[in-house]
């Protein structure tokens, strides 16, 4: 796959099967993320989106095949450990601290680093790229809206000063306006140098931000290729772009 793209590869999977009891959740599936850029999953609900993701994070364990990050073999490592080499991941949901502030909140994503002066800059840029957490930082999780929550969520991974992010439904009920400012915030985190691994029911969305896009399809890469490519396919546009 690096030869075909043409680009370092960061992050492969190579023929991954995840089982919950005897049910295949993943069959076989192999993707690569190069040093760069977006990298987009889409596919309807139950494909594997999510358990692609945990698989990643070491939060599901494989019964075949490897996943390398960086020329090193990390499946069946802990998350912790995978946190620690550099994948971040921002699950579906959200899923902030409600009582703990929006500063508190940020804080948690660097509990793996000792680099207090680095820790502080983090949080500088954390809050210059969110204005909004700026301005509450001392405001209770919870009293926070859906978009705002979602900006924390991404804020406090990036705290861990990633190699790679993991977004899982990073859009999911958030107002049309809110979705364009997470479309910017992803199209920016890339830009600045971290790749991204987005999964996303908003296919639309999704294949106009990556390069580079699979569709799932009950557990197994059913398409691949340029996310341009893919946005004008005849499959993908009646099965996920309403036609």
């Known amino acids: 796959m690096a030869e075909r793209t043409g680009r370092a590869m960061l992050l492969e999977l190579r023929d991954i099967e995840v089982r919950y ?17 977006i990298v987009t999953i889409i596919g309807a609900n139950g494909a594997g989106k999510t358990t692609t993701l945990r698989a990643i994070s070491g939060l599901e364990p494989l019964t075949r095949g490897e996943i390398h990050f960086d020329d ?11 946190v620690r080499r550099g994948i971040a991941h921002v699950p579906e949901g959200r899923r902030v601290f409600p009582d703990l502030t929006v500063e508190e909140n940020l804080r948690t994503g660097a509990f793996l680093r000792t680099d207090k002066a ?9 809050f210059a790229r969110f ?4 301005e509450r930082r001392r405001q209770w999780a919870r009293s926070m809206s859906g978009g705002e929550q979602q900006m924390l969520a991404i804020g406090r991974a990036l705290m861990s000063a990633p190699r790679v992010l993991l977004l899982d439904e990073p859009s999911m009920g958030l107002s049309p306006v809110m979705v ?4 910017r915030i992803v199209t920016d985190i890339s830009a600045r140098g971290t790749p991204v691994v987005l ?7 999704a294949l106009l931000l990556a ?13 691949e290729g340029p ?3 893919l946005h004008e396919n005849d499959h993908v546009r009646r099965a996920y772009l309403g036609g």
């Not at 499946?75 to 450990?81: I, L, M, Q």
């Not at 680095?118 to 954390?126: K, M, Q, R, T």
């Not at 364009?180 to 479309?183: D, L, P």
């Open 227 to 229: 996310a341009g490519d």
């Open 199 to 205: 999964v996303e029911q908003n296919a639309e969305m």
């Open 131 to 134: 204005p909004r957490l700026a």
């Open 72 to 82: 090193a073999r990390i499946d069946g490592r802990p998350p912790e450990e995978i």
């Open 21 to 37: 009891q005897k049910v295949a959740a993943l069959k076989g599936v192999s993707m690569a993320v190069p040093a760069g850029g």
């Open 180 to 183: 364009q400012e997470i479309a």
């Open 118 to 126: 680095e820790i502080e800059a983090s949080l500088a840029d954390v």
């Open 211 to 223: 390069q580079y896009a699979y569709v799932l399809e009950t557990g197994a890469v059913a398409l």
